[in-house]
């Protein structure tokens, strides 16, 4: 039985090469050698197999002959049984050598039918690989003549008063603007639904009727075309070309615990958590224009492309934002401007844990509390967002509950750093219960869907759907009506297709270009370029305050990496006497309250049963006092 094994583990072994270099990327026209190979070499272990097999019945012959001679001995009854045993296993080890050999042969005959296939797939996806890196160069020589021409054009190019404009303020053709309703049935496309991924949707029929409850005028929908009370900057200082040694951080790790490791400034971006948290409100008139919707599906649009904007300022974010300090706090306050104010406190430090409230005069009001859980798995990073994001609008009372999608940093041993987003965002109005499932595809190089490809279904209590989304989460989400479904044929997975025959899209969002030398300011946003801004009158714990980040803004790592180590020394030993002063009371049998934050406090949530952290008041109060006494002094 040794040797079955033996053997066994040979051909598992052998087995398991095939596999592997049928997975491998064809680099060379050598790949029918290589097969033609790999078969010569089955075929000669085959042979292998195959005299050790008539060795094994041959001596198994004679092991048999030589028992059944024991068998006609006389020997004690115990003996006898024993003798006989061994002849039953020896017998069953030559039917399962006879068998395997018959498996490994097989195995071949198999291999050799599959190795024309083999070659015909190898070669397509070489095609494949060809045809895409061809268009990928031609779209980079379009895009760049493009720039070139949109640079060279004079700036009188803009919208006339008898020029119709989308709600983004894009121009429209008047032919488009102006199609009858009755070359609807004409122009309607039909697409298929299925139910693990929603197919895109490319349709070009238009119909002024649809989402008219929601129109309004260009410049409702665009809160950047608003003439802000006060001017922001528009640049930070160019982010310094510093090489970074990476066994000054490795001799640093030698003997401490993985908590004590001072990461350097250099893997940061010089922005806080918190400050990427608010960064969501990026297209927050999404939110003003749902607000103004008497449609409750309408509004679940817009929803659904909020949720899907958050992410458009990812895709060159590879940087990771400053943890916060327990305590630490970030507002924005854009009341005048555009009708909001956001306030964002990091509640908990082990797990790290942050609280967000933004009340809207536009009628809409923003929670959640977030955090992050993140797991490395060798070749990539995925950091995964905890918590629901809840919605309310004060005029309809809609409920909105939602979930972040799982991001991936890829590349993080080698290669150039990229960020991914996959996953499924399910959105709920706890009010009316509609529903809409967003699927966020996970990149593929050999795929043929879109990069970043984000699609979805929104539909009403009964689980008819009514909408098609459909975009990319770096570029822009759209909707298109749906005006009939039926059931189609059945797919070549075996299941059946929603076939939906929708209206022309409408677009939702559109991402903001980024600000000139962006690439050079860590690819900041026009929000993000704000956000770390100096302001008069904010609280001593605001992240603006924080001097590590600052000095990293100003391009002084060094002195912000020293300034770093600092602070979370500081914050240790603030943990430290805290668990000290609790060790003391329960040694004297008193009571100890822990750490709780300032602004927020844990209240159950009645949507999902979930115990977070909601706003509680009064910090708008205490700056319009300037009364911080009761703050922390964390910096």
Known sequence: SANNEIYSHNLYSVSLSVDDSADEEPTSQSDHSEIQGTLKTLASKLDDLSTCND?????????????????????????????????????????TSNAMINACRDFLDLAESHSRRWQRILQHEREQRTHLEETIEQLAKQHNSLER?????????????????????ETLEPHHSYKEASDEDEDTEYFDAMEDSPAFITVTATDPSQHRSCSVSSNDFSGKELQPHRKRRTQIPEKPNYSLNLWSIMKNCIGKELSKIPMPVNFNEPLSMLQRLTEDLEYHELLDKAARCENSLEQMCLVAAFSVSSYSTTVHRTAKPFNPLLGETYELDRLEEFGYRS???????????????????????????????????????SIMPLGAIHLQFHASGNHYVWRKVTSTVHNIIV??????????????????????????????YFSREVPRKVAGVVKDSDGQAHYILSGTWDDKMESAKIVQSSRGSSSSEGKQKTVYQTLTPKLLWKKYPLPENAENMYYFSSLALTLNEEEEGVCWTDSRLRPDQRLMEAGRWDEANIEKQRLEEKQRATRRRREAEASKAVDEGQGFEGYR???????????????????????????????????????
């Open 149 to 169: 021409a949109w640079r060279e054009a004079p700036a009188h190019a803009v919208n006339t008063p008898n020029t119709p404009t989308t709600d983004t303020g």
């Open 597 to 635: 934050p300032l602004w927020f406090h844990q209240r159950t949530d009645e949507m999902t049963g979930e115990t977070i952290y909601v706003y509680k008041g009064g910090y708008w109060e205490a700056k319009e006092r300037q009364e911080w006494s009761m703050c922390p002094d964390i910096f």
């Open 343 to 381: 306030l964002c406190e990091q509640v908990s430090h082990h797990p790290p844990a942050a609280a967000h409230h933004v009340m809207s005069q536009r009628g809409w009001t923003l929670w959640q509390e977030i955090t992050i859980a993140s797991k490395f798995r060798g070749k990539y990073l």
């Open 415 to 444: 290669g150039k750093l990229w960020i991914d987003q996959s996953g499924d965002i399910d959105i709920v109005n706890h009010r009316t219960k509609e529903t809409c499932q967003l699927k966020f595809s996970p990149y593929s």
């Open 55 to 95: 060795l094994i019945a041959k001596h198994g012959a004679a092991l048999q002959r030589s028992l059944s001679e024991l068998e006609t001995l006389r020997v004690p009854l115990e003996g006898g049984e024993k003798i006989k045993a061994v002849n039953e296993r020896a017998t069953l080890f030559r039917i």
